[in-house]
């Protein structure tokens, strides 16, 4: 079985693919252009941020595995692998204290101005008078929208440096809020009113695209900051680089818009190259410590698909299927006996959702529960029932 390591990654990490009997190809260099054709004979893929498009599923009969090597899957058409019944996984919470250390430093960067007092200093020149003007963290308010993983370290750190945090996302509740130890807000927009600092932990999807909305970066009160260590593109730009431009607020982010696709590259931005703005290179996941948790945690993906054919941290397979009926057949535990039992349900025309078959003690029976996508006539019910032989106890109850 082949695997193809499309993106950076650690050569001790590769040696444990190695060990689990896999063909490795590590092409960390291969374009998005050119990843079809790569992949064209690999069982598993791994990728870091490398795009993974619809061709990759096309142009790989026998895909089965693709991984993201981080957390979220927005750079892979999970759609196109759902239609070829291709497992797409992730490792999130991995890179978690890694993003929210930088979320913090740009937090602290923002408010002592820290880039600024840099670039003077190389510059040759002495301003204390100007960079003694910060307010300080202590007794502020940060607003942390998304409370997953990431969003709660955020919380803890700020926390520890005295802030009051209030949050916000879909699923937060009263209970949870007071569990994590901090407010609740009840929509993004109000967070947004409530925040010295509101920083952003939301994973990007249809849902969330462009969810910083004009109204809500306008919600935040003169001088207040946005921080970005999530995705650009859950961020209106265009407004974004407008009341930046204007001064209206300030901006600490990781991620940009059009970001170039290589590790270096030119890149121009209007955004970044506003004096109030702080930027950093799309770097929150990137320490030592998050890539090797990230790595390690990838390497146990595969192992398990590979041993055992279970997926860890799937993010496609369906959490309801379309079934409407569910069918219990008891039965002797011999051969052929569920191939009947399947083959009655095929010449029925009715469509099998999902199969678990459960062995008892001794091995000689088992209960296998079929979900069906309607419910089974009583002509099926009871051809199945006149198998005496093999056959134990048939019921069929309705979801």
């Keep these: 079985m082949k695997i193809l390591v499309a993106d950076a990654f650690p050569t001790e990490r590769l040696a444990d693919f190695q060990a689990l009997g896999l063909e490795v190809a590590h092409r960390p260099d291969v374009a998005v252009q050119e990843l079809a054709a790569a992949a064209r004979d690999a069982a598993i893929l791994v990728v870091r941020s490398k795009q993974v498009q619809a061709?990759?599923?096309?142009?790989?009969?026998?895909?089965?595995?693709?991984?993201?090597?981080?957390?979220?899957?927005?750079?892979?058409?999970?759609?196109?692998?759902?239609?070829?019944?291709?497992?797409?996984?992730?490792?999130?919470?991995?890179?978690?204290?890694?993003?929210?250390?930088?979320a913090i430093g740009l937090v602290v960067a923002l408010d002592r101005r820290i880039p600024d007092n840099v670039a003077l200093l190389r510059a040759g020149k002495w301003d204390k008078k100007t960079f003694s003007e910060a307010q300080g963290l202590?007794?502020?308010t940060l607003g942390v929208a998304g409370v997953g993983s990431i969003g709660r370290e955020v919380a803890r750190r700020?926390?520890?440096?005295?802030?009051?945090?209030?949050?916000?996302?879909?699923?937060?509740?009263?209970?949870?809020?007071?569990l994590l130890g901090v407010e609740r807000a009840p929509d993004l927009a109000a967070l947004a009113r409530e925040s010295d600092f509101l920083s952003l932990h939301l994973a990007l999807s249809k849902e969330t695209r462009g969810i910083v909305s004009r109204e809500v970066l306008e919600a935040l009160r003169p001088g207040a900051a946005l921080v970005n260590t999530a995705r650009?593109?859950?961020?209106d730009q265009a407004a974004l680089l407008?009341?930046?431009r204007?001064?209206?607020?300030?901006?600490?982010?990781?991620?940009?818009?059009?970001?170039?696709?290589?590790?270096?590259?030119?890149f121009d931005s209007e955004l970044a190259k506003l004096p109030n703005v702080y930027g950093t290179h799309h770097i929150g996941a990137s320490t030592a410590q998050a890539q090797d948790a990230i790595a390690r945690e990838t390497v146990r993906i595969v192992e398990a698909f590979v041993k055992s054919g279970e997926v860890p941290s799937c993010v496609n397979v369906a959490r309801k299927t379309p079934a409407r009926a569910r069918l219990v057949v008891r039965h002797l535990d011999k051969v052929g006996v569920l191939a009947n039992v399947l083959g009655a349900i095929r010449e029925a025309g009715i469509n099998v959702e999902g199969v678990e078959n459960t062995i008892f003690e001794h091995h000689q029976a088992a209960s296998c529960t079929i979900d069906l996508d309607e419910r089974p006539p009583a002509p099926l019910l009871e051809h199945l029932r006149t198998r005496v032989g093999d056959v134990l106890f048939v019921g069929s109850f309705d979801l």
Aim: hydrophobic share 45%; with cysteine; aromatic share 4%.
């Design 55 to 102: 061709d990759v599923f096309d142009a790989a009969p026998g895909l089965s595995l693709v991984v993201r090597a981080g957390a979220g899957v927005n750079t892979i058409d999970v759609a196109a692998a759902s239609r070829r019944g291709v497992y797409v996984a992730n490792c999130p919470g991995q890179n978690s204290i890694a993003v929210a250390e930088l």
């Design 242 to 244: 407008e009341l930046a």
């Design 246 to 266: 204007a001064g209206r607020l300030r901006v600490g982010t990781d991620v940009f818009a059009g970001e170039p696709e290589k590790g270096k590259a030119e």
């Design 138 to 140: 202590y007794g502020r």
């Design 158 to 178: 700020a926390q520890a440096l005295g802030m009051r945090v209030v949050a916000w996302s879909r699923s937060l509740d009263d209970r949870q809020a007071k």
């Design 232 to 235: 650009a593109e859950i961020v």
